[in-house]
Nanobody, 122 residues
Framework: QVQLVESGGGLVQAGGSLTLSCAAS????????MGWYRQAPGKERELVAAITSRGSANYADSVKGRFTISRDNANNTVYLQMNSLKPEDTAVYYC????????????????WGQGTQVTVSS
């Protein structure tokens, strides 16, 4: 059983910063891409940032220059440093990982965390 556990959400004023963490645990052979998505009330879930196992990252246009994604491969952890937060960043943030459970490529699957609330006040 694979688990992704997020932490670091909370309430912050506009212009402030937060760092989200997500640790993957369980029977994992390897993790390919890891990422962060968010879902605001009444909106669809959207990709915020993603990073490959080699450290190549991509970002949504709305967060470029403000958010930084990073990962610790040794500890199966991904981080999202969020700076210059805006009220429109308010959402539930979900961690996501593409991972292989065994040596067999057919064991590849996608896991999601439970979500962590980020609220930015104006």
């Amino acid at each position: 059983q694979v688990q992704l556990v997020e932490s670091g959400g909370g309430l912050v004023q506009a212009g402030g910063s937060l760092t989200l963490s997500c640790a993957a645990s369980g029977s994992i052979f390897c993790i390919t891409a890891m990422g962060w998505y968010r879902q605001a009330p009444g909106k669809e879930r959207e990709l915020v940032a993603a990073i490959t196992s080699r450290g190549s990252a991509n970002y949504a246009d709305s967060v470029k220059g403000r958010f930084t994604i990073s990962r610790d491969n040794a500890n199966n952890t991904v981080y999202l440093q969020m700076n210059s937060l805006k009220p429109e960043d308010t959402a539930v943030y979900y961690c996501n990982a593409g991972l292989q459970l065994t040596r067999r490529s057919s064991s590849w699957t996608v896991s999601w965390g439970q979500g962590t609330q980020v609220t930015v006040s104006s």
